[in-house]
């Protein structure tokens, strides 16, 4: 939301009432925000979250690309085979 909250136009400094100031927002009986702030008294800066806080669906979203076995397992899995079939 950028602006649109109730504000009093003769109120003064970084309140609520004020929309934050000169530098944050202006007061024409609801707030306008100016550039880098939002809300709806334009008391908080406008950002961005850089995390994607969406849970991933796949175990390869999560980067899980499935079992690769080690050499050594395959020759260990094939000496034992070979082991009782003699």
Known sequence: ???GG??????IGEAADSCGGEKRGT?????????????????????SDPIDWEKSSTLSDLGFQ??????FMIWAFGGMTLFLLI
């Open 27 to 47: 007061c024409k009986k609801r707030c306008k925000c100016n550039e880098g702030w939002t809300g709806p008294h334009c008391l908080v800066p406008d950002g």
């Open 66 to 71: 499935g079992f690769v076995a080690p050499p």
């Open 1 to 3: 939301m950028h602006g």
């Open 6 to 11: 109730s504000c009093e136009p003769s109120a």
